[in-house]
Nanobody
Framework: QVQLSESGGGSVQAGGSLRLSCAASGVTYRRRCMGWFRQGPGKEREGVATIDAEGVNAYYADSVKGRFPISQDNANNTMFLQIDSLKPEDTGMYYC?????????????????????WGRGTQVTVSS
């Protein structure tokens, strides 16, 4: 069983930055694709970024490319999302996600159905 715990959210002004962290626990953490989703007020859930188990390939939603680099520290079972140049439309709850066991690769299409484990989320609020 994988448990995911997000942190790092907060309230910032447009143009600001935050660094989200996801602490993962579970026997097979290192062997799966992980990523981030978000859901803004009145919006559908959106896949933001994913990274494969070895950290070789990462995929991003068009809306965040170049602004939200994803990274991981496998030695400490932690994944990060650096969110820069924030815009009001980036406001929402950000969720850490992980695929099931023996699923180290990510799909370029970031689909919620691919992820078996979800954290409780961390809130990001961007004011104009």
């Amino acid at each position: 069983q994988v448990q995911l715990s997000e942190s790092g959210g907060g309230s910032v002004q447009a143009g600001g930055s935050l660094r989200l962290s996801c602490a993962a626990s579970g026997v097979t953490y290192r062997r799966r694709c992980m990523g981030w989703f978000r859901q803004g007020p009145g919006k559908e859930r959106e896949g933001v970024a994913t990274i494969d188990a070895e950290g070789v390939n990462a995929y991003y939603a068009d809306s965040v490319k170049g602004r939200f680099p994803i990274s991981q520290d496998n030695a400490n079972n932690t994944m990060f999302l650096q969110i820069d140049s924030l815009k009001p439309e980036d406001t929402g709850m950000y969720y850490c996600v992980a695929r099931g066991p023996r699923a180290p690769l990510c799909s370029p299409l970031i689909a919620a159905a691919d992820f078996a484990y979800w954290g409780r989320g961390t809130q990001v609020t961007v004011s104009s």
